[in-house]
Structure formats: structure tokens, C-alpha cells
């Protein structure tokens, strides 16, 4: 399925019908009086959060929905009909704003929570609706009200824990493939990930978090290069980022210490609260470091790069250190959700976030 977090499309709520002017007429009746009923109201659009959608596919080439007006009003005392609402079913954390003003309509954030979008129009009056004890044969009658029309932007940012930020080839995908039930596309070649990938992490029986796989960035993301900018909004939900940094790439012209300053750049351009969010430092690839070099390569990383927060040695292709890193994940992000983690493992104490460099 084609991954689509943005769509544009119009909401149109039904109007209410027409009231009705209608006199009884029976035999031996000659002043039956006013019958007429009043109309049915319009149908309204609502939206739904469905946490079995992940993607806004669905309205890319459904852009019009209307809803149905409701019944003209009747003689014989009869009302006319309301007209069905429509339910717009819509992933978690999409997010629902007015196109021409940019205004926030709604969040879906609680799953079945029915968000009324565009309210349907109310009914006409019909001249029973007139009757008084000194007007006894009333001739007045209201239109129905029309029904509200918007167009609509909807934007989708994944709700997820965890979030992975890096550059192209950092392994990222690799990573989220070996802790979690998520099985993205792996490459040896930039750019393989088109799409965000959410996984979710098993730490015991009723121990889990969601982590979210962006495309990588590139230098320049912020102002539109690459494809990693069209997906940052993903991580603004994020309780937490995990920075993966190449630790071997495969050039050695290439410097993992300016790569990864050049992402917290990219980072901080883009969005400073999202600058400003936890962020730890995850330094993968470890494998094809020779096991004597590692702790001087490291410590040199990390005195250059002006890092002080807490800092992972892994290798997401062998699994090594991924276990400590992820029971430290699940400490922090239980904590900042005030859940107690059960019989929490004492080997691994949940580690202090750290400030950007």
C-alpha cells in the first residue's frame, strides 16, 4: 500500500428541508386548520479515529463527501425525514485543519472518538409550527437551512514512542527490523527507506513501545532536500529520539562527527521544539570496528561531537547492545507516560535524558 500522510478534500453537510403550508381538508370539516410539518434536518460529516488505518490513501481519490439534505415537511402532520450523517473513518494522530485558514478543526488522538466536522442544516418550519390561539390559519413557512461545506487539509503524523533520526544508510531500518515486528525494505544503497515504518517493541508480556523510522536526512532537509523533511513531522510526537549515527561508513573521507552535526542542524532549522525533545545517541555499526579500537574511537566521537547525554554502543545487524538500549527506552518513555514498569529489570536503570550539543 502507498504511504500518504496529506490529502485535501471537501466536506459537504447536508441542508434541512423545507417546511411544509398545508391545511386539513376532510368532509364535514370545514376548519380542519394548519397541517403542514416542518422538514427533516440535513446530514452532518463526522470524523473518527480508526487505529487499524495507518495511512490517508483512502482520501487521495475520494475527495468529495456529501451528505444527503434532509425531507421536505409533509401535509397530514408529517415531518420530514433526517438525512444519514457520513463518518469519515481516519487514522490515529491525522490531524484536520481548515484549507483557507490554516485553522485546527480537530485531532484524532482517542480511538472511536467522533469528531463533528461540518454540522448539517436544520429543518424549515411548517405552518402547524405557526399555529397561536389568534393566527388559527397561519400561511407562514420557513426554507430549510443550508448545510456547512469546508475543504479540508488533513495532515498524518504517526503516533509512535520512539523516533529514529539519521542519515541515509545509518541503519535505521535495520535497527527497528531487529527489536520490533516491523520488516522494512533493506538496502545497501541511500535512501531505501521512501516511507515512514512504525514497529512495535516487545520488552515482556505487557512491556511495549512504538518506534518510528523516517527516511533519512540529508543536509539541507530543512529547506526541502531530500526526502527525510517531508516525514519530520512524523517525530513531533515523539517522547523520544534516538540519533543513529554510521560509526563505520563505508568512505573514510567521510566523518561520522559531521554528519551527525549536520543532522542536529538539519533538526534545529526545521523545528526547535523538536530540537529541544530527549535525544540519545545511538552509535551503530559497531561490528565492523576492530573490539581494540572501539572505546578510543568512541570516546574521540564523543569529545568532538560535544556530547553529554547518554550515549549506546550497538551493532543492529548482530544485535549487540540492542537489549540494554531498548530496556532503557522502555524505562523512560513508562516514566514519562507515570506508568511503573513491571518488576523492572535492575541490570538495566533507566537512563537521564541529555541536552542538545
Known sequence: MKFVDEAIIDVVAGSGGNGCMSFRREKFIPFGGPNGGDGGRGGSVFAVGDRNLNTLIDFRYARRHEARSGENGRGSDQYGAAADDIVLRMPMGTIIKDFETDEVIAELLVPDEKVQIVKGGDGGFGNLHFKTSTNRAPRQKTPGWPGEQKKLR???????????????????????????????????????????????????????????????????????????????????????????????????????????????????????????????????????????????????????????????????LTREGCEPLIRAVYQHVAKLKNVVPADPDPRFAAADTGAAP
Open 154 to 316: 488533513l495532515e498524518l503524523r504517526v503516533l509512535a514512542d520512539v523516533g529514529l533520526l539519521g542519515m541515509p544508510n545509518a541503519g535505521k531500518s535495520t535497527l527497528i527490523a531487529a527489536i520490533s515486528n516491523a520488516r522494512p525494505k533493506i538496502a545497501d544503497y541511500p535512501f531505501t527507506t521512501l516511507h515512514p515504518n512504525l514497529g512495535v517493541v516487545r520488552v515482556a508480556a505487557e512491556q511495549s513501545f512504538v518506534v518510528a523510522d523516517i527516511p533519512g536526512l540529508i543536509e539541507g532537509a530543512s529547506e526541502g532536500a531530500g526526502l527525510g523533511h517531508q516525514f519530520l513531522r512524523h517525530l513531533q510526537r515523539t517522547h523520544l529520539l534516538l540519533h543513529i549515527v554510521d560509526f563505520a561508513p563505508f568512505d573514510d573521507a567521510v566523518d561520522p562527527v559531521a554528519q551527525a552535526k549536520a543532522i542536529v542542524g538539519e533538526l534545529k532549522k526545521y523545528d526547535a521544539a523538536l530540537h529541544d525533545k530527549p535525544r540519545w545517541l545511538v552509535l551503530n555499526k559497531l561490528d565492523m570496528v576492530p573490539t581494540e579500537d572501539r572505546d578510543k574511537r568512541v570516546k574521540d566521537f564523543v569529545k568532538r561531537f560535544k556530547w553529554k547525554g547518554p550515549v549506546f554502543e550497538i551493532s543492529a
